[in-house]
């Protein structure tokens, strides 16, 4: 499986501080849900694929129902500049990072309890975890997304649902149940710097021309400064909400 050539250039050496930073990490009402539908995993051995910077391999690690019940945790990720900010923000000897992806992790067969692919063997639970900005919510993330988005260059995004096609493959519904989803919405306190921080991290904006992505920048801005539908938590602080939604896909073996 090869990694798109926009990913590679947008997740490439030096361009993964920004994203750690400005990506939100997963909340603890998936992680408990993920927990109930794993329950009689303990001392889990657990394959967490794009594993990125380690955003949720952290929040795994901290989370009050996983971290005593962790033994081992392999994180695959194919890019080298993530797995650099992986190794110095995950501080835990039970875990390790290697190069490899999707259909290549270099995992022994039937080591891991459980696999992992946040965005996004033996009893295996595969939990496909994904936190997405929430169109529907309010005009101004609608707007943003439509900004942005014109630069995708045919990356192969969430929303776009490609990622449902492993679940019509012959080698998924042989070995595997029906998924079963589960969606929420939340919401976030943000600053406009955050938004604008959030939308330059995306692999198909960090990778322009500096020009253009000024122009992004501040397009996204005055998305965020005319705010249609923005809901404010702290006005003099400049803190409003930031509509997301979490999706989680949930996949027990046969």
Not at 124 to 140: D, K, P, Q
Not at 217 to 242: H, L, P, S, T
Request: with cysteine; charged share 25%.
């Amino acid at each position: 499986m090869s990694v798109h050539i926009t990913a590679q250039a947008g997740f490439g050496q030096g361009t993964n501080e920004l994203y750690n930073r400005a990506r939100p990490s997963y909340q603890d009402f998936s992680l408990d849900y993920i927990r109930d539908a794993t329950k009689q995993t303990t001392n889990a051995h657990i394959v967490e694929i794009g594993a990125g910077t380690g955003i949720f391999t952290r929040a795994l690690l901290a989370h009050s129902r996983w971290a005593s019940d962790i033994k081992q945790i392999k994180a695959v990720e194919p890019s080298a500049g993530m797995r650099e900010v992986f190794k110095k923000t995950v501080i835990d000897g039970r875990v390790t990072i290697q190069d490899g992806t999707f259909d290549d992790t270099g995992v022994e067969d039937h080591w891991a309890d459980l696999v992992i692919i946040a965005q996004v063997c033996a009893v295996v639970e595969i939990s496909f975890h994904m936190n997405t900005l929430h169109r529907g919510r309010a005009h101004w993330v609608a707007q943003l997304r439509d900004r942005i988005e014109k630069h995708e260059q045919g990356t192969p995004q969430f929303r776009l649902n490609l990622w449902r096609q492993c679940f019509e493959t012959a080698s998924y519904r042989r070995f595997f149940q029906p998924p079963v989803e589960k969606i929420w919405s939340y919401v976030l306190p943000t600053t406009a710097d955050a938004v604008v921080d959030r939308a330059t991290s995306k692999s198909y904006i960090a990778v322009l021309h500096p020009t253009e992505k000024e122009e992004v920048q501040a397009d996204v801005r005055r998305i965020v400064d005319k705010g249609e539908d923005k809901v404010w938590i702290d006005e003099g602080k400049g803190i409003f909400e930031y509509p997301y939604q979490v999706f989680v896909v949930v996949a027990h073996l046969k």
